[in-house]
């Protein structure tokens, strides 16, 4: 088994993980607490994208894990990082109205943008945003996903997330959407190179096993598995991903890595 005493930083998925909705998971405070004390760097990475960077480390200070804005790391943001890179980026945005205050740099255009970005927009779906999508594509704009998850845990249960829509346009355009969140590896890179560290001194902690976990390890990560959020026992066996560890909930973490005690429940 691999020994978790050499992990220098922690990847933390953040809904299902952390905490569900506004609903913190038990022991979670603690454990992020216990690891920063043990000398451990904390980073809080998300494909979340409904929430400008402000907000989502406004929530996460509301919900007490006390962040500053270069502890984040979430998909929009490698979305932006890579648009910076690209001449002359014309944006169609399917985005939520908060997210798109972060992408305000970039000329937009529902009708001649040559990068549409998709992300969860949730019931604005209809078959005529995916019309006026899929004209674009096929008149030559590239489609960047900011993730193309299955599902995902809200409080009232399991959510269709933005994946088939995004695999929906990929089919209709025969084009290939340029992810830019878990499980990209250019995602993973981009937190790792950050720390300055090596893959194999960091881990991800996440509730999802082929987007979370198996990503990370593509990119030669550790990926460490919890039982809560989207965590389903039936998924879980059917993937092909085995994770290096597989615990309860966050709260075991400190004590898989040797950080003290498990934190309290």
């Not at 881990?203 to 389903?232: E, N, P």
């Given at each position: 088994m691999f020994n978790f005493n050499s992990i220098k930083a922690v990847l933390f998925d953040l809904d299902g993980v952390l905490y569900i909705g506004n609903q913190l998971i038990p022991g979670a405070l603690a454990s992020v607490a216990q690891l920063r004390k043990a000398g451990i760097a904390v980073r809080f990475v998300t494909n979340t994208s409904t929430l400008s960077l402000d907000s989502l480390?406004?929530?996460?200070?509301?919900?007490?894990?006390?962040?500053?804005?270069?502890?984040?790391?979430?998909?929009?943001?490698?979305?932006?990082?890579?648009?910076?890179?690209?001449?002359n980026p014309v944006c169609k945005?399917?985005?939520?109205?908060?997210?798109?205050?972060?992408?305000?740099?970039?000329?937009?255009?529902?009708?001649?943008?040559?990068?549409?970005?998709?992300?969860?927009?949730?019931?604005?779906?209809?078959?005529?945003?995916?019309?006026?999508?899929?004209?674009?594509?096929?008149?030559?704009?590239q489609l960047i996903a900011?993730?193309?998850?299955?599902?995902?845990?809200?409080?009232?249960?399991?959510?269709?997330?933005?994946?088939?829509?995004?695999?929906?346009?990929?089919?209709?355009?025969?084009?290939?959407?340029m992810l830019m969140g878990k499980p990209s590896r250019h995602f993973f890179n981009i937190a790792?190179?950050?720390?300055?560290?090596?893959?194999?001194?960091?881990?991800?902690?996440?509730?999802?096993?082929?987007?979370?976990?198996?990503?990370?390890?593509?990119?030669?990560?550790?990926?460490?598995?919890?039982?809560?959020?989207?965590?389903?026992?039936?998924?879980t066996r059917l993937s092909a991903v085995d994770p290096d560890a597989v615990i309860n909930s966050v709260a075991d973490l400190p004590a898989l890595l040797g950080c003290l005690s498990a934190a309290p429940q």
């Open positions: 480390q406004d929530k996460l200070n509301r919900l007490g894990f006390n962040t500053v804005p270069e502890e984040i790391m979430s998909a929009p943001q490698a979305t932006i990082q890579h648009l910076n890179r690209q001449p945005l399917l985005l939520a109205e908060d997210v798109k205050k972060d992408f305000a740099c970039f000329d937009q255009s529902d009708t001649a943008a040559n990068y549409v970005v998709i992300g969860d927009i949730g019931d604005q779906w209809s078959y005529e945003l995916l019309n006026e999508v899929f004209h674009c594509l096929v008149n030559g704009a900011i993730h193309k998850n299955r599902f995902w845990q809200t409080e009232t249960g399991l959510q269709m997330d933005i994946g088939a829509f995004v695999t929906g346009l990929e089919y209709a355009s025969n084009t290939k959407a790792v190179d950050a720390l300055r560290l090596k893959p194999s001194e960091v881990m991800m902690v996440g509730d999802d096993i082929d987007a979370d976990v198996g990503g990370a390890q593509d990119a030669g990560l550790h990926g460490v598995l919890v039982k809560t959020g989207k965590y389903r026992e039936t998924y």
